[in-house]
């Protein structure tokens, strides 16, 4: 009976660490994400899997192109957190006009848009520590030109990986409109 219950406390302590550990590693340190909606079309599909750098990711270098996760701004009536594009930067003028998005008066490139946006929007300056988030699927997306600019306190983190499904497994990082303030193309 003795050994019985010391193997039962000892997969009590197994389980109970591997609760703390799991509790530890998605709070604070990675995190996965299922994609519920299409407003990320083209770049992410619905029902996509993805892993979320919560750590590594240094909120003092986010930079336009970035994917990330965040909680639902104010005025949100979703309980899930959000995936979007940072668009514009704090302190930056923008603009949406005839389907394209324009930072400080120059037309952003954006290889990645599928579908431009379909309304007219701004001009606006984003505040200080906030983000102009916008979704790809720019019609259907509901995104900074309704809600407006995203506080950074509530940014979770930078999608990192897909990773399902495996054909399209990868890194969501290198995106080709990383351009520093002041140099939109």
Do not use: C
């Not at 030109?145 to 990773?163: D, E, F, K, M, S």
């Amino acid at each position: 009976m003795k050994k019985i219950a010391k193997s039962l406390l000892e997969w009590l302590i197994i389980i109970a660490v591997a609760f703390v550990l799991s509790l530890v590693i998605r709070n604070y340190l990675i995190d996965t994400r299922i994609v519920p909606s299409s407003s990320m079309l083209p770049t992410i599909q619905l029902q996509d899997r993805l892993l979320v750098d919560r750590i590594f990711y240094k909120f003092d270098t986010i930079r336009r192109g970035d994917i990330l996760t965040f909680k639902a701004p104010p005025g949100v009536k979703k309980d899930e957190d959000l995936v979007k594009r940072v668009i514009g930067l704090p302190g930056e003028k923008l603009q949406i006009k005839n389907g394209k998005v324009y930072i400080n008066d120059k037309v952003l490139n954006e290889p990645y848009i599928e579908h431009p946006a379909d309304y007219e929007f701004g001009p606006v300056t984003v505040p200080a520590n906030s983000y102009f988030m916008m979704g790809d699927n720019r019609p259907i997306s509901l995104d900074s030109h309704i809600w407006g600019a995203l506080p950074t306190n509530y940014l979770l983190g930078r999608v990192w990986i897909r990773y399902w499904p495996l054909g399209n497994f990868g890194a969501l990082t290198k995106l080709p409109v990383d351009y520093p303030v002041g140099t939109v193309q």
